[in-house]
């Protein structure tokens, strides 16, 4: 890949600040229109309710050209927006690597951080080819296997694999006493662990993708009907084998991820 200028900006003047000490990017930007005006590539680092304005507050300075992307868990209304506000000559591909962890700042990133990571591109019938060819070639010099797909199908798998997740991991932290977590071990804190995510950045993702998000829950909360009932019944048998279905289908995607080298055991 041909040598990369980065240009940063933040709304927070402490962050831009933070970003210059850290040496996060070449530059760093004090004005959001001057940090896009002649840039190849603009990438949303933002809470995903915060894009349909800035995809209003940019689109004036935005060249010819430009690919616009982001780095949001939900996909189907960053593309409702692009498509209303970024001009016919700025093109628009999702992006969403499923990389990082529960922390936020500045201080946590690293780089290795999307090695061996999925980023998952997502387009429609009007996204443009040659945009996302070079998106895609973006993402694995960053070491992602990349994937591509429409923005519908995004969201409905990652309701089931990271949105609905969290949701239970937080009921799960809410239900507890404060006083006897204290007592948790090592299963509750690993169970729990997305539970520490940032709240306004989630609250968007839950906010983005509520039907498959409820529909989820639905789903999950019929699990834990089937297992409440054979419990209370005490089938000891019938419960041996939920468990053990769960068990054999966890260990089935572990072996995968260790084969595929996505994991490091």
């Known amino acids: 890949m041909p040598s990369i200028k980065t240009i ?3 709304h927070r003047p402490s962050t831009r600040q933070k970003a210059r000490q850290l040496a996060i990017a070449d530059v760093v930007i004090d004005s959001l229109a001057e940090s896009v005006i002649d840039a190849d590539i603009v990438i949303l680092a933002t809470p995903i309710y915060t894009f349909e304005q800035i995809f209003q ?3 004036p300075y935005l060249p010819a050209g430009c690919i616009v992307t982001d780095v949001g868990s939900t996909k189907v209304l960053p593309h409702r927006w692009a498509a209303k506000y970024l001009p016919d000559t700025v093109y628009y591909v999702g992006s969403h690597p499923i990389a990082g962890s529960e922390q936020r700042g500045l ?3 690293r780089d290795d951080l999307f090695e061996r990571s999925y ?3 997502t387009k429609t019938k009007n996204t443009n080819t040659a945009a996302t060819k070079i998106l895609k070639e973006f993402w694995t010099h960053l070491g992602c296997i990349v994937k591509i797909m429409p923005p519908e199908l995004h969201d409905r798998i990652l309701s089931n694999i990271s949105h609905v997740p969290h949701v239970i991991a937080a009921a799960l932290v809410n239900l507890q006493n404060k006083a006897e977590l204290k007592l948790a071990g090592k299963g509750f804190v690993d169970t729990s662990r997305i539970a520490s995510a940032p709240a306004n950045i989630w609250t968007d993702i839950l ?10 829950i639905d789903k ?9 009932k054979v419990i209370k019944k005490g089938d000891r048998s019938k419960l041996e084998r939920l468990l053990e279905a769960a ?3 966890r260990n089935a995607m572990i072996n995968y991820k260790m084969k595929k080298r996505e994991l490091i055991q």
């Open 119 to 121: 980023c998952i591109l």
């Open 247 to 249: 068990r054999a289908k």
């Open 107 to 109: 201080e946590f990133a």
């Open 57 to 59: 507050q940019i689109a």
């Open 220 to 228: 999950a909360i019929a699990e834990l009907k089937m297992l409440q």
């Open 207 to 216: 906010l983005t993708n509520t039907k498959n998000i409820v529909r989820g």
């Open 8 to 10: 940063g900006f933040s």
